[in-house]
């Protein structure tokens, strides 16, 4: 029953990363991903290793549906951006028992400015399905990471101060 719990919370963010993408059109979804940035360390912390990948692509699939000519794109890298979140944590060794947000941050700044950079590269140079622009370049660099820092810091936040009991009883 512990697990079963443990697996509708990190659906349940996933599901909310979905809901957060709707209004938003391309590129633009991939510069203010601090829903994402958020509820995937959340999904490592509450599922421990692939939490955050589980959380990433049951958002990409949902995702995936907006989108229907970009799908296998929206799930690679739902994929590649889960994967990425728990392997820094991973790296950096953070653990839900003993959170440090400075290592949760830094997982997820470094984490969300690696996603921007390949998910941009990969659509404007490799495959040319949008037109180079460097303004949307910096706009997805500067905010990517900044979503990211914010992300990780008010995942912190939210772990300690609400989640982590929560998590504990289930």
Avoid at 97 to 102: C, I, N
Wanted: with cysteine; hydrophobic share 55%; aromatic share 10%.
């Amino acid at each position: 029953m512990v697990k079963s719990k443990r697996l509708a919370l990190a659906t349940l963010f996933g599901v909310l990363i979905f809901v957060s993408k709707i209004p938003l059109v391309t590129p633009l979804d991939k510069a203010v991903i601090v829903v994402q940035a958020l509820l995937l360390p959340l999904g490592y912390l509450v599922m421990g290793r692939l939490g955050a990948t589980y959380v990433s692509v049951v958002g990409g699939l949902l995702s995936a549906i907006l989108r229907p000519a970009l799908s296998p794109f929206t799930l690679l890298f739902a994929l590649i951006y889960g994967l990425l979140t728990d392997g820094f944590c991973i790296l950096f060794k953070v653990r839900s028992s003993q959170l440090s947000t400075l290592r949760l941050t830094v997982s997820m700044g470094i984490s969300t400015t690696l996603i921007g950079l390949i998910s941009y590269y990969t659509t404007v140079y490799v495959f040319t399905l949008l037109p180079r622009n460097p303004v949307v370049e910096l706009v997805i660099l500067v905010s990517g990471t900044l979503c990211g820092l914010v992300g990780g810091y008010v995942a912190a936040k939210i772990w300690r101060k609400y989640l982590s009991n929560v998590v504990a009883r289930i």
